[in-house]
């Protein structure tokens, strides 16, 4: 079983920057990926990015992609998602995920663990 716990997230505005961390605990080498979702309300739960525990490639949705970096640090058992140029729209609950997974990708349904979220909250 592998625990996630997410945290930095808070309010900024628009044109803001925040970084949220990830911390995972318990048996973490069934993981080999990691990733950030957010659910806004009254919307579906939507990746953001991904990427591979160790190193490697990582993806990101095109509505983030060239603002929103995701990176990791293996032995701190750690995903980190720094995030610049925040918009309004970017206002969600962010779910940190890992699993075991042949390929990463942002559906859900690949990853058998996740947080308990941290909002995210961008507005003038």
């Known amino acids: 079983q592998v625990q996630l716990e997410e945290s930095g997230g808070g309010s900024v505005q628009p044109g803001g920057s925040l970084r949220l961390s990830c911390v995972a605990s318990?048996?973490?080498?069934?993981?080999?990926?990691m990733a950030w979702f957010r659910q806004a309300p009254g919307k579906a739960r939507e990746g953001v990015a991904a990427?591979?525990?160790?190193?490697?490639?990582?993806i990101y949705a095109d509505s983030v992609k060239d603002r929103f970096t995701i990176s990791q640090d293996n032995a701190k058992k750690s995903v980190y998602l720094e995030m610049r140029n925040l918009k309004p729209e970017d206002t969600a609950m962010y779910y940190c995920?890992?699993?075991?997974?042949?390929?990463?990708?942002?559906?859900?349904?690949?990853?058998?663990?996740w947080g308990l979220g941290t909002q995210v909250t961008v507005s003038s």
């Open positions: 318990g048996y973490t080498y069934s993981s080999n990926a």
């Open positions: 995920a890992a699993g075991p997974v042949l390929r990463i990708s942002m559906v859900a349904a690949d990853y058998r663990y």
């Open positions: 990427i591979y525990v160790g190193g490697g490639g990582a």
